[in-house]
């Protein structure tokens, strides 16, 4: 076993030199293509680190992102990158803590409607503070960042996003979250501090999400309330954690990597009913794979390998 | 769960397979010029898109080529047209330019609708040397950006050029004695609104206005009784409206419900659109709002008949953004043949130095800027006419006061 572990190690090391190198390579095509993965793959996984063991879906991806890009629009010509990025870090934080202290008891349908809400809230706050205060709407990003920086950030933030999440799993506290996921009221008879549990994986997943939002800013020069606040990505981003399977910490990636490659087709195949074929494939998605990607697998796996001892938790 | 997986393969092979069907090979043909863009076709860009900017852009290809194409030298080539949805998103634009880019390899590229997009998109066709004629974008940085991308030409200009226009307007009303000096300021809190109202507010300070009334309402905000009502217990001589065009719509509307008839009513987007003409008939007359045209103007005048020729239902152009647009495919058009090949470089210098026949007129840029906008128009007898500035040629004199309201 432990040979194949150094084998997996040495195999992730040359596929991350490789990734680390691409930009190198290929065209500016290949490159926003490239981003765009790894957007999707940091904020599925992101998503998936909270709602895969709590079971809560959140639609306030947008919210988070927003905020991280918004940030950038207010300091990115003010600080240096690096604390312009710290300060996104620690606002996302702060906004995960109020609002996960004030919503993680919600359960069910209304914790998913109160973050639909969330991204709309902060979306007019932000919109109030700008007419009523700043007077001035639509922002714009004028910092030195190229399309390969931004590349490179995503994709340490991919690799911190997996080792923080393969930590995780191995701590208490995702011990606690899976007990919590099967029955809270079990895990409160066991002496788990649910809320402090909940709280802290939503603002681990949520930071994740802001540093998306501001790392990606700079692309688009302009950031004004509805581009940063775009609800879209929190519904594509839930669909392709659905996808993978949210129960496994490379599941979402699972989902990110093929329907991001799945929409860019799509795009330049069908301009005008793109959309549309996105939607009937979200109905067959969640129609034919309830247990997404993983699910599959797990399935061949049951099938083909009869009665491994236990569920062998593998994140 | 052998069945499902069978139905999730049955499915995506019957979406990719009818993907595979449509997929038309790519032409090889060397007698083409490739123009492409992306459209906001669905999101909330998408009426917009459809009003100013799409209809511009088939009609500019169908006429290039029912002459036999752009004139290359001493031929004629044909234009090709490879086209995408943004989906009214920045991420979406960006990406679909560089597709049209380093995929589709194409000669050159139209613009998409709207200042945020034309922003987002504006350092991606820097860097590949596409020449960016921005007609649906309005921002105050447009000097600034210019210089920083000198391959962007920013056509529609500055809010505070149609601020100040607006101002001065005024201010001559005022001096021939057809207006006091009241005003009452509503704008929309969004980037129009704000952008704009921001411009009017010190202009008005400045030449001794005395704003009664300045408040903002929420995009989206469907009762506007409450804020006309206010508005006409004011009783003031001038009413500016920064408003979008459902709101435009709703506080023409309630103005009229009111009897609220100050002697300048004017409001923003979508004062210009052939839809305000259709909902309010006489009602329009003595309108002002944001654009114009030269609606005597011979060109003009047979712009709007093929453009209505050419749509599908009739449809008229818009009374502001819609001619500027089509100017600045004739722009592109003429800077292309008089380089006589696709030389990207040499086209942007020909737009930056050259100066253009188009419908809205004779147009030179200074600094990748236009040096005339029409920033005031009025709804006089059926049509959209430019107002202000009073210097352009085909102003026509404003009718002021407004008359009032009949029954519909």
Redesign the interface.
Known sequence: MSAMRLAAALASCAGLTVLALLPMYV????L??AI?LLQFTVLATAWGLFSGPTRYVSLATTAFFGVGAYTVAVLGELLSWPLVLLIATVIGALMAVIVGLSTLRLSGLHFVIFTFGLAELIR?LV??Y???KT????R?V?VDITQKDIYWQLLVLAVAVFVIGWLIARSRLGFALRIIGEDETVAKHCGINVTVAKVTLFTISAVFMTLVGAI?AP????I?P??AF?A?ISFEVVIMALLGGAHRLWGPALGAIPLTLLF?????????A??L?MG??FL??V???PAGVVG?WD?FRRQWRPQRTGQGVKA | MGSSVTRFAAGLLAVTGAALLAADGPALAQSSVKIGYALSRTGPNAGGAAVTTLPNYEMWVKEVNAAGGLKLGDKRVPIEVVQYDDRSSAEEAARSLERLITQDKVDFILPPWGTGLNLAVGPILNKAGYPHLASTAVTDRAPELAKRWPNSFWLLGTSAGAANTLVDLLVKLRTEGKIGDTVAMVSVADGFGIDLSGAARPALAKANFKLAYDKTYPVGTQDLSPIVNEVKALNPDVFIAFSYPPDTLGITEQARIASFNPKIFYTGVGTAFPLFKQKFGANAQGVMGIGGWSGDSAPIKDYLARHKAASANGAEPDRWASAVTYASLQMLQQAIERVGKIDREAVIKDLQTGTFDTIIGKVKFENNLPTKYWWVGQWQDGEFYGVGPATNEGARTPVVPKPAWKAP
């Open positions: 065209d500016a095509y290949y926003a293509l765009g007019q919109i109030w700008e007419v009523n007077r001035v709407l639509g714009y004028f990606m692309r688009w020069t302009y004004e509805s581009i775009n879209t860019e087709f799509l795009a330049a195949r069908f301009p005008t793109s959309t074929i009937v494939i067959l998605i129609y034919a794979l599959l399935n």
